[in-house]
């Protein structure tokens, strides 16, 4: 029996764990692939305070993994897929074990959508990504087509420039829905080329992909790029991962929480992307961490 089983180890779920460690409570986080989740998928981390420059996701995740490591952390690397939460002992199910716990916190995260094209898992790894930082090599001095325009899809859209001899933006908005300073950057290369109001309407070739049609919702008109290989990059946002827990109330598709992170049920938490919340970025995943821990740590002491 555990104090505290969180469920995720993105920002959210280290940031829980380090809290708890620290005010004592026998912790225990599963997660499915690695520390770090989606965060050590992107390029680079940025607007995280006191990060150094160029900071990639990898490097980021390998620094919260050290640090969980050095707080003795111990972690189980399974896929969780039931819970049963309502009775005082919470139980967490994986595919091969049972876990139980006083409190539990849900840092699930989210998983990437993907376009709905009816060839989309041919061309899976041969052509279709979703990560810019591991595959860009293969991509040097090619064509590359990057799907989407918040600040995510643009800040990997910059990275693949500086290697990619041609990058096109594909942004189904009228405008970008990005900060600022990526607008700056990506109206200042040459080789970025953005297209607005468009979506992937299909994605062609035999081994890999060699045409990208669009079509444009103002125009109604469609656009192809071709090129002898293309690698095409989607960021088109993703979805909660909430299915774990049936028990838990659920807001516009997320876990609904209070201010601390609390669920409706006693002594169950919701942190990070999956949480029903205005804005999802690392700082926001560390603090609702933070916060959960803390009325965690109270929640187990008053039992």
């Known amino acids: 029996m555990y104090d505290l089983i969180i469920v995720g180890g993105g920002p959210g779920g280290v940031s829980t764990a380090i809290y708890a460690l620290s005010r004592g409570l026998k912790t225990l986080l599963i997660e499915k692939n690695k520390i770090g989740g989606m965060i050590g998928n992107i390029s680079t981390v940025t607007h995280y305070t006191g990060l150094i420059a160029n900071e990639t996701g990898k490097s980021f995740a390998k620094k919260m993994a050290d640090q969980v490591s050095s707080y003795g952390l111990e972690v189980v690397y399974e896929e969780v897929i039931g819970t049963d939460l309502k009775k005082p002992e919470k139980i967490v199910r994986t595919k091969d074990k049972t876990y139980k716990a006083k409190a539990i916190v849900l840092a699930s995260g989210t998983s990437p959508k993907k376009l709905g094209l009816t060839n989309e898992e041919k061309f899976t790894k041969k052509g279709l990504y979703q990560n810019a930082q591991n595959d860009h090599d293969y991509y040097k001095d090619k064509v590359v087509v990057v799907v989407g325009g918040s600040d995510g899809a643009c800040k990997e859209a910059i990275f693949l420039s500086k290697f990619t001899r041609e990058v096109h933006l594909i942004h189904h908005g009228d405008f970008l829905g990005t900060v600022k300073e990526f607008k700056t950057i990506i109206e ?15 994605v062609d070739g035999d081994d890999k992909v060699n045409k990208v ?15 002898d290989e293309i690698g095409v990059f989607v960021h088109i946002g993703a979805n909660p991962n909430v299915s774990i827990a049936d028990q838990v109330e659920k807001e516009n598709g997320y876990f609904k929480t209070d201010d601390w992170c609390r669920t409706n049920i006693p002594g169950v938490f919701a942190v990070g992307d999956v949480r029903n919340t205005n804005v999802r970025q690392v700082s926001t995943a560390v603090a609702d961490g933070t916060r959960a821990a803390i009325k965690a740590t109270e929640y187990i002491k008053s039992l």
Do not use: F, P, W
């Open 188 to 202: 200042e290369r040459d080789n970025i080329i953005v297209h607005l109001s468009s979506a992937v309407k299909a």
């Open 213 to 227: 049609t669009l079509t444009n919702s103002q125009s109604g008109k469609d656009e192809e790029i071709s090129a």
